[in-house]
């Protein structure tokens, strides 16, 4: 098989382009979204996350399957309605993403609830609005969950998340699918546990599902995980227990400098080899790889600090609104929006937090003044959704464009707002 590299460009985030020597996303002017919105900012292509659904859906067109929107990686309401808009389905960890889902006009039966920790509460809120699945990651929460169906005398549907122990060969923090961490059942167990499901009153069994890493590159983990499932699927045919849809999950590695992630397609192709001739329906949970190259932060320079050893460049966005470069030493790339009219030199961009992890990107080269604009790319995923209020800075705006339009999809955070919960000891 051939693995086609996407298309050279300079940029990693597709509709970004320089109009008059100014950066622009679709028809609009990065400095006119800092100048109307202030900075720092978000700022998202509603073309970009259009092309990238698309392109899943393209390579699963002719089989029966669901592409469930990971939430967690971008939970905007702005972003959510595109997606579901364009026909998703939602891949939720918490009652409060369900509650997003459903408020940016998202169908509760195309939602799938992941995650090791759901709650009594949780479990209640998702049987009431009815979702598709319950992806049960243990014994005692397929137990819980029937106990609570039964309580509502209603049939929860489920499938075990099955871990199957292959090596996605990505970072440590975001390999999920071996042995020795928390999430999904020992592939070993998995057998014994449908059938304990099967007898369970109150459960519906319907699926499967298995999630290896994320920013994964190769397509080769996948495939070994899906051969694994598939094999699985068909033992537990012969003991009776027979299944609608298989949740291969998400995962799918993005550029973020020099990667050179498979097209979707590609990426799909020796997983559907796979499932060839089978009737299951194919659910997937991307994440990343629909929102985190449609979207970028833009920051402004406040300060240049020039040091003995290294040149720093103060910037208005910090560790708090993108995290990953302090969280996992993560590279995004950083752009100068108008051409440049300084000397360039090798910087640190950091922000004003008080942390010496502070920093969004280490020696590079720009050219730039205070008080001069630069886009951080690659930060639609795991961006906003990761940001915090550490030091009482209030959360970054978020703004769609879709050509000419910019629209703001999430106000600045007010100070107020932040302490607006609290309250002094009497
Ligand atoms: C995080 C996560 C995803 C999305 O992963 P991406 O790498 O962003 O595609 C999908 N499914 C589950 C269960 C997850 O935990």
């Not at 929460?141 to 122990?165: F, H, K, S, W, Y």
Request: hydrophobic share 45%.
């Amino acid at each position: 098989m051939s693995i086609s590299t996407p298309p050279p460009s300079p940029l990693p985030t597709p509709t970004l382009h320089a109009r008059d020597g100014i950066l622009a996303l679709e028809g609009c002017s990065l400095a006119q979204i800092a100048e109307k919105f202030g900075t720092p900012t978000y700022v998202y292509s509603k073309a970009a996350l259009t092309a990238a659904f698309e392109a899943w859906q393209q390579a699963l067109a002719g089989h029966r399957s669901l592409i469930c929107y990971a939430v967690k990686a971008n939970s905007n309401l702005g972003i959510l309605s595109v997606f579901a808009r364009l026909g998703a389905g939602f891949d939720i960890v918490s009652g409060g993403e369900l509650a997003r889902v459903l408020a940016a006009g998202g169908q509760a039966s195309k939602v799938v609830f992941s995650g090791v920790g759901k709650t009594r509460d949780e479990m209640r809120q998702a049987l009431k609005a009815g979702i598709r699945c319950f992806n049960v990651e243990s014994a005692t929460e397929l137990e819980r969950l029937d106990a609570i169906a039964g309580e509502m005398d209603v049939l929860a549907p489920v499938a075990l998340r099955v871990n199957p122990d292959v090596d996605p060969k990505t970072h440590p923090y975001i390999s999920t699918g071996l042995k020795g961490n928390k999430f999904g059942v020992a592939f070993a167990d998995a057998q014994t546990l449908y059938r304990r499901a099967a007898a369970l009153p109150n459960l519906r069994i319907c699926g499967v599902a298995c999630h290896i890493g994320s920013q994964l590159l190769d397509p080769a983990p996948m495939a070994e995980a899906a051969q694994k499932v598939a094999d699985l699927v068909d033992r537990l045919a012969s003991d009776g227990i027979t299944l609608d849809h298989i949740d291969l999950g998400g995962g799918l590695g993005i550029r973020y400098r020099d990667e050179a992630p498979p097209v979707v397609a590609d990426y799909l192709a020796p997983l559907l080899k796979v499932f060839e001739g089978r009737s299951e329906e194919l659910c997937f949970e991307p994440g990343r790889s629909l929102v985190g190259n449609a979207g970028l932060l833009l920051t402004r320079v406040e300060y240049l600090k020039p040091g003995e050893t290294k040149n720093f460049a103060i910037v208005d966005a910090a560790m708090n609104d993108l995290a990953r470069p302090a969280l996992y030493d993560a590279w995004h790339e950083v752009v100068e929006v108008a051409a440049p009219c300084a000397d360039s030199q090798i910087y640190d961009i950091v922000g004003p937090i008080c942390e010496s992890g502070d920093f969004l990107a280490r020696e590079r080269r720009l050219a730039v003044a205070e008080g001069d604009l630069l886009a951080i790319l690659s930060a639609g995923a795991y961006g906003m959704t990761m940001s915090s209020n550490y030091n009482t800075r209030p959360r970054a705006a978020e703004v769609i464009v879709d050509g000419e339009q910019a629209h703001l999809v999430r106000a600045r955070e007010t100070v107020a707002a932040l302490f607006a919960d609290e309250k002094p000891l009497a």
